[in-house]
C-alpha cells in the first residue's frame, strides 16, 4: 500500500540555521506531493503541493523537489525563524484513488529557538 | 474565506460511554472528512463524506459511526469510548473531486477515563 515516512522529530534548530526535514514515499502510481504546517493549537493547513515530478514547490521560503527517481520530497529552509515551530507532515495522494485519500507521515516537529 | 468549527474542543468521557463530536463548515464544501491524529502516527481517516447523506469509511472507522445530516456538518460518535482512543480528532472539507486542498478545524481533545 502507500505510505510516508518522514525525519522522526522533534528537531530543534537555533533562529538563523538551515532545516531539511526528508521525506520519502512509497506508492506504486503516480501521486501528487504534499507539505501541511500544523501551529500549536490549530488544525494543519496546505503549506504547498506538487502534482508533477521533477518540480518544485515552495511557500513562506520553506520549497521541496519532487524525485521521482529517489521517491523522496525532502522539506528545506534555509533559515528558520522562531514562528516556524510547528508540527510539518508529509503526504501524497494518488490520482486515481478515492477522495481524499490522503496518506499522511508521522509529522515532524520543528522547536526553532531564538 | 470560511471557517470550520469543532465542537467541543475537549471532551472528556468514561470508558464505554458513547460520544458524539461535532463540525460545521461555511466553505459550501461538498466533501468532509473526521481524521484520527496520535502522537507519532500521524493522521489516519476514520470517515468522509461526499455529498450530504453520503457516508465512506476510511482506514481507522472500527468503532466509530458517523452522520452527515447536512452539507455544512459532519459528526462522528465513538460508539465505546477505550482508554486508548486518547486522541485529537480533526474535522477537514474540501471542494470536491480533484486535486484539491483539505481545510481542517482545530481539533477535539478527547480524553477517557
Known amino acids: 500500500g502507500d505510505s510516508v515516512t518522514q525525519t522522526e522529530g522533534p528537531v530543534t534548530l537555533s533562529e538563523g540555521t538551515s532545516l531539511t526535514v526528508n521525506c520519502s514515499y512509497e506508492?506504486?502510481?503516480?501521486?501528487?506531493l504534499f507539505w501541511y504546517v500544523q501551529y500549536p493549537g490549530e488544525g494543519p493547513q496546505l503549506l504547498f503541493k506538487?502534482?508533477?515530478?521533477?518540480e518544485k514547490g515552495s511557500s513562506r521560503g520553506f520549497e521541496a523537489t519532487y524525485n521521482k527517481e529517489a521517491t523522496s520530497f525532502h522539506l528545506q529552509k534555509a533559515s528558520v525563524q522562531e514562528s516556524d515551530s510547528a508540527v510539518y507532515y508529509c503526504?501524497?495522494?494518488?490520482?486515481?484513488?478515492?477522495?481524499?485519500?490522503?496518506?499522511f507521515g508521522a509529522g515532524t516537529q520543528l522547536i526553532v529557538i531564538p | 474565506g470560511g471557517i470550520i468549527t469543532q465542537t467541543p474542543k475537549f471532551l472528556i468521557g468514561q470508558e464505554g460511554q458513547k460520544l458524539t463530536l461535532k463540525c460545521q463548515q461555511n466553505?459550501?464544501?461538498?466533501?468532509m472528512y473526521w481524521y484520527r491524529q496520535d502522537s507519532g502516527k500521524g493522521l489516519r481517516l476514520i470517515y468522509y463524506?461526499?455529498?450530504?447523506?453520503?457516508?465512506q469509511k476510511g482506514d481507522l472507522s472500527e468503532g466509530y459511526d458517523a452522520s452527515r445530516e447536512k452539507k455544512s456538518s459532519f459528526s462522528l460518535t465513538v460508539t465505546s469510548a477505550q482508554k486508548n482512543e486518547m486522541a485529537v480528532f480533526l474535522c477537514?472539507?474540501?471542494?470536491?473531486?480533484?486535486?484539491?486542498?483539505?481545510?481542517f478545524g482545530s481539533g477535539t481533545r478527547l480524553t477517557v477515563l
Open positions: 477537514a472539507s474540501s471542494i470536491g473531486l480533484g486535486e484539491e486542498t483539505l481545510y
Open positions: 506508492t506504486k502510481q503516480y501521486p501528487t
Open positions: 506538487v502534482p508533477k515530478a521533477n
Open positions: 503526504a501524497l495522494r494518488n490520482r486515481g484513488s478515492a477522495l481524499g485519500r490522503l496518506h
Open positions: 466553505f459550501n464544501h461538498d466533501t
Open positions: 463524506s461526499i455529498t450530504e447523506n453520503d457516508l
